[in-house]
C-alpha cells in the first residue's frame, strides 16, 4: 500500500476586507485593509486527517476577530497584525504560528474648494502596501512591502553588451523606455520589531527612497536598477534586514513609422503586456542571520 502523510498547511479566513473610520474628531480617518489570518499547529492535523474540528477556531471567527480588534483601532498593518498573531497563538495553546497577511490601499483627501476635505477621499492607486506577520517555530517575523508601484523612465536607460548568438535578435540601445511594476518585501530585524517600528513612517521612507533610486539611477539593465533601489534602502534604514524584489520589465517597443515616410526619434512606442522580463532579486544587509521562515508561503519570493 501506497503510505501518504499530510505535509504543510494552515487555514484561515483570506481577504478579510475591512474600512476603519476614525471619527474622533470632523477631521475623519480612513484605513483600508484586506487582511488575511491563517492557522498552524501539529494538534490540527485531525481536522485534515478525520474531521476532528474540536481544535478547530473556526475561520468565522478569525473573520470576526479582525473586526472586534479594528474597534480598538489599526494603527499599521503591522502592528495590527501582531495584534492577531499574539492573539491567536496566546489563546488557544495548541495554535503554535500562522501568517498574518495585510494589503492596505492608499486614500488622499479630496481638495474641495480649495481645501482638504474632512471627510471626502480619492484612491490614490500609487502602489498597494503589503505586511505578514509570520510566527514559526516561536518566532515572529514581520514583512511590509509594496507591490503595484508603477514606474517608467522616458530616457536615462541603455541595454547593451550582452552576448550575442543564433538566437539573438534583440539591438543594443543607448536611449530606451525603462519601465516596471515593482514588488518588494523588506523584513525588519527582530531586534528593531521588540525596540518597536514607527511601521508607518518606514513604509512612507522606503517608498520614498525606492522612487528616488529608480528615477536618479541611470540604468544599464533593469537588474542593476534593482541592485540600487535595494541598496538605497538598506544603507538608509537600520530596522531593515534585507529586501526582496520581483520586477517585470514592461517593453516599450519603437513602432517602425518608415512605411508612412515618417522617422521616429524614441517617441512613438507600443507598450507590450507579455511576454515581459522578470526580474527578481534580494538585496541583504551584511552579517544579519538569514530568516527563511519569515517568507514561507508569501507569494511572489523565491
Ligand atoms: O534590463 C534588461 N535586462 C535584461 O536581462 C534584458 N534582457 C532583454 O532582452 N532586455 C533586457 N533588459
Same mark, same amino acid.
Given at each position: 500500500?501506497?503510505? +501518504?502523510?499530510?505535509?504543510?498547511?494552515?487555514? $484561515?479566513?483570506?481577504?478579510?476586507?475591512?474600512? &476603519?473610520?476614525?471619527?474622533?474628531?470632523?477631521?475623519?480617518?480612513?484605513?483600508?485593509?484586506?487582511?488575511?489570518?491563517?492557522?498552524? =499547529?501539529?494538534?490540527?492535523?485531525?481536522?485534515?486527517?478525520?474531521?476532528? #474540528?474540536?481544535?478547530? +477556531?473556526?475561520?468565522?471567527?478569525?473573520?470576526?476577530?479582525?473586526?472586534?480588534?479594528?474597534?480598538?483601532?489599526?494603527?499599521? @498593518?503591522?502592528?495590527?497584525?501582531?495584534?492577531?498573531?499574539?492573539?491567536?497563538?496566546?489563546?488557544?495553546?495548541?495554535?503554535?504560528?500562522?501568517?498574518?497577511?495585510?494589503?492596505?490601499?492608499?486614500?488622499?483627501?479630496?481638495?474641495?474648494?480649495?481645501?482638504?476635505?474632512?471627510?471626502?477621499?480619492?484612491? !490614490? #492607486? &500609487?502602489?498597494?502596501?503589503?505586511?505578514?506577520?509570520?510566527?514559526? %517555530?516561536?518566532?515572529?517575523? +514581520?514583512?511590509?512591502?509594496?507591490?503595484?508601484? !508603477?514606474?517608467?523612465?522616458?530616457? $536615462?536607460?541603455?541595454?547593451?553588451?550582452?552576448?550575442?548568438? &543564433?538566437?539573438?535578435?534583440?539591438?543594443?540601445?543607448?536611449?530606451?523606455? /525603462?519601465?516596471?511594476?515593482?514588488?518588494? &518585501?523588506?523584513?525588519? /530585524?527582530?531586534?528593531?520589531?521588540?525596540? =518597536?517600528?514607527?511601521?508607518?513612517?518606514?513604509?512612507?521612507?522606503?517608498?520614498?527612497?525606492?522612487? %528616488?533610486?529608480?528615477?536618479? !539611477?541611470?540604468? /544599464?539593465?533593469?537588474?542593476?536598477?534593482?541592485?540600487?533601489?535595494?541598496?538605497?534602502?538598506?544603507?538608509?534604514? %537600520?530596522?531593515?534586514?534585507?529586501?526582496? *524584489?520581483?520586477?517585470? #520589465?514592461?517593453?516599450? *517597443?519603437?513602432?517602425?513609422?518608415?512605411?508612412?515616410? /515618417?522617422?521616429? @526619434?524614441?517617441?512613438?512606442?507600443?507598450?507590450?503586456?507579455?511576454?515581459?522580463?522578470?526580474?527578481? =532579486?534580494?538585496?541583504?544587509?551584511?552579517?544579519?542571520?538569514?530568516?527563511?521562515?519569515?517568507?514561507?508561503?508569501?507569494? $511572489?519570493?523565491?
Amino acid at each position: 500500500m501506497t503510505a +501518504v502523510r499530510l505535509g504543510d498547511n494552515k487555514y $484561515g479566513k483570506a481577504e478579510v476586507r475591512l474600512v &476603519r473610520v476614525t471619527r474622533d474628531t470632523a477631521r475623519h480617518e480612513i484605513e483600508d485593509l484586506n487582511v488575511t489570518s491563517q492557522l498552524r =499547529g501539529a494538534r490540527l492535523e485531525g481536522s485534515f486527517l478525520e474531521g476532528d #474540528n474540536s481544535l478547530v +477556531v473556526a475561520t468565522d471567527t478569525q473573520k470576526n476577530t479582525v473586526y472586534a480588534f479594528a474597534r480598538d483601532g489599526v494603527g499599521s @498593518p503591522e502592528a495590527f497584525l501582531l495584534r492577531l498573531a499574539e492573539h491567536f497563538t496566546g489563546e488557544f495553546d495548541w495554535i503554535e504560528g500562522g501568517l498574518w497577511q495585510a494589503e492596505q490601499y492608499s486614500w488622499e483627501r479630496i481638495v474641495a474648494g480649495g481645501a482638504e476635505h474632512d471627510h471626502s477621499f480619492a484612491r !490614490t #492607486n &500609487r502602489a498597494t502596501r503589503l505586511a505578514a506577520v509570520q510566527v514559526v %517555530d516561536g518566532e515572529t517575523h +514581520v514583512t511590509a512591502g509594496l507591490t503595484d508601484l !508603477t514606474v517608467l523612465k522616458s530616457t $536615462g536607460s541603455e541595454f547593451h553588451g550582452f552576448p550575442r548568438d &543564433r538566437y539573438t535578435t534583440l539591438a543594443e540601445t543607448t536611449d530606451r523606455i /525603462l519601465a516596471t511594476s515593482v514588488t518588494a &518585501r523588506w523584513r525588519y /530585524l527582530p531586534e528593531a520589531v521588540a525596540a =518597536g517600528i514607527d511601521y508607518n513612517a518606514v513604509y512612507a521612507e522606503v517608498e520614498a527612497l525606492l522612487l %528616488d533610486a529608480f528615477a536618479s !539611477t541611470h540604468s /544599464l539593465a533593469l537588474q542593476q536598477t534593482l541592485w540600487e533601489m535595494g541598496k538605497a534602502v538598506v544603507e538608509a534604514v %537600520d530596522a531593515i534586514a534585507e529586501i526582496r *524584489f520581483a520586477m517585470p #520589465n514592461k517593453h516599450h *517597443f519603437l513602432v517602425d513609422l518608415a512605411p508612412f515616410g /515618417l522617422d521616429n @526619434p524614441n517617441e512613438v512606442f507600443f507598450a507590450a503586456d507579455r511576454p515581459y522580463g522578470l526580474i527578481e =532579486g534580494t538585496v541583504v544587509r551584511d552579517g544579519v542571520a538569514e530568516a527563511p521562515n519569515a517568507w514561507k508561503d508569501l507569494p $511572489g519570493f523565491i
